[in-house]
């Protein structure tokens, strides 16, 4: 009898105890996107909480120059928390190398999404998937409507009509032609030669083909876009060696410049900051009627920490996450954002609907220096960022520029050796 | 006979300082010249010797580096040595004088740049350089020298020198200090004694005061060899980890920070970046040595 009663009570607290776990898990959820801490807050975490009862979440971003290392060693440590955003390709693969990222090939939401937005977080051979995607940004140029109206430019869709353009508003003199400076370096590679680039090297084709070792750097569709990054700087403003990228965008943002070669992400800050209207305008191709090529690149996923106390609960975030219902949410939060799922989302932006209306008209690639050729020493995105700053200043030649990144690249890349 | 008591309290006492200095200083070093003699192979770690040395010193794409570094890191050095310490000295010769008016505000102004933070005054010498916001531009406009103007920190051939020059700037007012207080300790009869003689005014200077503070010279020299060559956090506040443009600013600092803990799309290495850390160690415990036997114990002091 007492036996018994122990039993149940017994079971009773075990019953209880469960229950009020059950209740309790919460996600911490890793992330560099700080800028975005108001948006999980107040829209993402209330809207995931009220369909999942018994699960809460966390949103603890830290500074982005500083994720990648504070998030290693929190990993390292094991107090990492139970959701990992994920950067795109060696980053994260390093992660799941290291056994810190869980295999996701078998949830079936991952079938939500193309092999191409797959592709930037799985291993080489395709086997595994480890993070779920969620965004990517588009390359193109947003410009001042204004400025345009009132020097009398019309939208350039080719390289020649881009220049032109250009000469216009150099020779009118009012406005800054184009607002790009090369003191960050960064925005000559990712703004410049990875906006314009996929037009010479035709997108997927050359990239895999620089992969495959059949292209090399050396090769024109990889050189021609250094030849038209030269053109571009008598076309930025004054002293722009020493111009930031905050510099460059409070420029633009003031209507002094009429042209800014910009990434999607800049659209929320734009809308904000700026008193104009404002149009985009895809990278100009060389002849009227050539297939457009656009630079879609997936920049952020998110994957599960091996190690988490609640694979269960992670799991059913990661499947809301890959529903269409979070990417109208998100795509709508964050304009310039562009959710990856196969199902459209209607966005309101106008800017970010320009944006994402290329991808119908044109064919989509990523940047070409992300997937694998920037493992190894040299790397090539960090000499590509050198290499289109030299280009624009005309420090060296396109010629030049292009042997120097294939000798780095063939240096320790077998298929291009 | 009893032996001589053990003196605990000297133990006690100096317990804190060694426990702190050994845990915060000594542990981190020695851990990391260990750390340069590993690397990371398929996820393990392996003990590989001097290899990582060898490729830091052999294998161009990373010994390019290095000596660009370490040629930067003698030019910032040298503009510090040139520009630096002779106005220090010459700025404390001027505030030891005692007819000087406002001696104590011009001191402490000139001292002040040294305690702010380096993320300030990269920002704000960013900001007044700025072809674009400045009023470095406008001021030479001012006074007809616009031509004059260029955009310093983004040109390979002058960002280095401008980077120094405002690290100078910044700690001017350290070898002022050290200096003013070596001559303020110059007793007056010594001076007075080289009156009778007929030595005054600059020649005062030269004859009897720059001897006696040459022992504090020599201190400063190497306080500025040492603070120059872990130099970091100015270059970085101000041109970012890749110390551009072209690498023209990249100093050790730099080149370790991005090796250890990676960059955009570069993975960190904290084995190589321990390499780049040691061979800094070595270098500036070369110099140290080379200064402290080599010239300190050779330089005349004077009994005052």
């Known amino acids: ?417 | 006979m009893s032996a001589p008591r053990f003196r605990w309290h000297i133990a006690v006492f100096l317990a804190p300082a060694v426990l702190v200095y050994t845990a915060v200083m000594i542990f981190p070093l020695f851990n990391t010249l260990r750390l340069a003699l590993y690397s990371k192979i398929d996820q393990e770690r392996v003990f590989v010797g001097l290899q990582n040395f060898y490729t830091l010193l052999g294998d161009p794409t990373w010994s390019d580096q290095f000596w660009n570094a370490l040629g930067n890191n003698f030019w910032f050095f040298l503009i510090h040595m040139v520009v630096q310490n002779p106005i220090g000295i010459a700025l404390a010769a001027i505030l030891s004088h005692p007819r000087l008016r406002f001696a104590a505000f011009y001191r402490s102004a000139i001292f002040i740049p040294t305690i702010l933070s380096f993320v300030i005054v990269g920002f704000a010498w960013k900001l007044i350089l700025s072809p674009i916001w400045g009023i470095a531009p406008s001021m030479l406009d001012a006074v007809g020298l616009k031509s004059l103007f260029a955009p310093w920190l983004g040109k390979e051939e002058y960002a280095l020198t401008a980077l120094s020059l405002i690290s100078v700037w910044q700690f001017v007012g350290i070898p002022m200090m050290l200096i003013y207080a070596a001559l303020l300790s110059i007793p007056e009869e010594v001076l007075e004694a080289g009156e009778i003689d007929g030595i005054t005014g600059m020649s005062a200077f030269w004859k009897i005061k720059l001897p006696l503070i040459l022992p504090s010279i020599g201190i400063i020299s190497i306080l500025t060899f040492v603070g120059n060559f872990n130099a970091f956090d100015l270059i970085y506040t101000s041109q970012g980890a890749l110390a551009g443009p072209d690498f023209s600013t990249d100093i050790l600092g730099t080149f370790m920070y991005r090796t250890f803990f990676g960059f955009q799309l570069q993975l960190g290495d904290p084995y190589m970046g321990s390499a780049i850390a040691s061979a800094m160690f070595a270098i500036i415990l070369v110099g140290v040595c080379l200064y402290l036997f080599g010239i300190q114990t050779r330089m005349r002091r004077y009994q005052l």
Not at chain 1, 232 to 243: I, R, S, T, V
Request: net charge negative.
């Open chain 1, 1 to 417: 009898m007492n036996r018994k009663f122990l039993a149940l009570a017994l079971a009773s607290t075990a019953l209880f105890t469960s229950t009020a776990y059950a209740e309790d898990v919460t996600l911490t959820i890793e992330s560099w996107r700080n800028d975005d801490l108001a948006l999980w807050q107040e829209k993402i975490i209330p809207a995931f909480e009220a369909s999942h009862p018994g699960i809460k979440l966390k949103f603890t971003p830290s500074a982005p120059t500083e994720y990648n290392a504070a998030l290693n060693s929190k990993l390292d440590a094991g107090s990492a928390g139970d959701l990992i955003t994920c950067r795109p390709f060696d980053a994260s693969l390093a992660l799941y190398d290291a056994g810190h990222l869980t295999d996701l090939s078998d949830m079936e939401a991952m079938g939500n999404f193309s092999d191409v937005a797959k592709a930037a977080w799985q291993s080489d051979d395709g086997s595994a998937s480890f993070c779920v995607p969620m965004a990517s940004v588009i390359h193109g140029f947003i410009y001042n409507k204004d400025a345009f109206a009132e020097v009398g430019v019309e939208v350039p869709t080719t390289e020649a009509e881009f220049f032109a353009a250009l000469d216009k508003f150099k020779e009118d003199g009012t406005y800054i032609p184009m607002a790009m400076g090369t003191n960050d370096q960064w925005e000559a590679a990712t703004m410049g030669y990875q906006n314009i680039g996929p037009n010479y090297w035709k997108g997927e084709t050359g990239r895999q083909a620089l992969l495959l070792g059949v292209q090399k750097l050396t090769d024109e569709p990889w050189v021609a876009p250094y030849r038209t990054l030269a053109r571009w700087g008598e076309y930025l403003g004054d002293g722009y060696e020493a111009q930031t990228y905050p510099d460059s965008q409070n420029i633009f943002t003031l209507g002094r410049a009429a042209i800014y070669p910009a990434g999607s992400w800049e659209i929320s800050g734009f809308n904000t900051q700026a008193d104009f209207e404002m149009g985009a305008f895809k990278p100009p191709v060389q002849n009227k009627g050539d297939t457009c090529y656009i630079s879609d690149h997936t920049d952020i996923g998110i994957g599960m920490n091996a190690k988490t106390a609640h694979p269960e609960a992670a799991r059913a975030f990661l499947t809301w996450v890959a529903s269409p219902e979070f990417a109208e949410i998100f795509g709508n939060a964050l304009p310039g954002f562009f959710p990856l799922s196969k199902t459209p989302v209607e966005l309101e932006d106008p800017l970010a609907k320009e944006f994402v209306s290329w991808r119908g008209e044109c064919e989509s690639t990523i940047r070409s220096t992300y997937q694998i050729l920037s493992r190894g020493t040299p790397n090539l995105e960090n000499e590509t960022w050198g290499a289109s700053v030299a280009a624009i200043k005309g420090t060296e030649s396109p010629e030049d520029l292009g042997k120097k990144l294939q000798e780095g690249l063939a240096s320790w890349y077998e298929p291009q050796q």
